[in-house]
């Protein structure tokens, strides 16, 4: 059972450029999470699917940020027109709803915003 | 706003000592709630889930819920230097910022 896959990595970017991640969840989780992570600060929630419904997004996402699960399965985090503070580590993370819907991450990609 | 906060910390605690960490949360409708051990530089991984009030114990770690407060907390036994790293409390989808514990041999 492979766990959480997110990609890429590690990405640079020059301000202003848009920027996507994208995330396999564990293969049998209805559920998909993204969420913001900066030095020192918990992980901030940013969006949530079940299945291929966008069931939350958080206020703090603005309209730079959209997410996506077209088929229920992966999804992409897009970042439009970066700025310097969108510099963080951005983790994605599955659960099914059965079972008591257990978070798992990936181990996150990192994006570093010049 | 749901809301979920931890006592800031850092907390220092000698080897072999109890870790006390706590967390309180603002949703009286949460359903779930999970501590997770973040190491630096790497994504949080899952400690212990409870779903009832009361503690649930496994190993070394004590997880206890306190609805009518709505409170969690995590107690650590026999604290190892291993342990060192940042606890975050989650309740249902929501974190909070974490506590820094530090195990000193």
């Known amino acids: 059972d492979t766990g959480v896959s997110q990609d890429p990595r590690h990405k640079i970017t020059k301000r202003g450029q848009n920027v996507t991640f994208r995330c396999d969840p564990i293969s049998e989780h209805n559920r998909l999470y993204w969420y913001r992570q900066t030095l020192g600060q918990g992980p901030e929630f940013l969006t949530y699917f079940q299945n291929e419904a966008q069931l939350e997004k958080s206020r703090l996402l603005s309209d730079r940020f959209s997410a996506e699960r077209p088929k229920g399965s992966f999804s992409t985090l897009e970042i439009q027109r970066t700025e310097q503070g969108d510099s963080a580590m951005y983790l994605c993370a599955s659960s099914s709803d059965r079972g008591g819907n257990t978070i798992y991450f990936g181990e996150g990609s990192w994006l570093t915003v010049v | 706003q749901k809301e979920v906060e931890q006592n800031s910390g850092p907390l220092s605690v000698p080897e072999g000592a109890i870790a006390s960490l706590n967390c309180t949360y603002s949703d009286r409708g949460s359903q779930s709630f999970f501590w997770y051990r973040q190491y630096s530089g790497k994504s949080p991984e899952l400690i212990m889930s409870?779903?009832?009030?009361g503690d649930k114990e496994d190993g070394r770690f004590t997880a206890q819920l306190n609805k009518a407060s709505q409170y969690v907390s995590l107690l650590i036994r026999d604290s190892q230097p291993s342990d060192s790293a940042t606890y975050l409390c989650?309740?249902?989808?929501?974190f909070g910022a974490g506590t820094r514990l530090t195990v000193k041999p």
């Open positions: 409870i779903y009832s009030n």
């Open positions: 989650a309740v249902d989808m929501r």
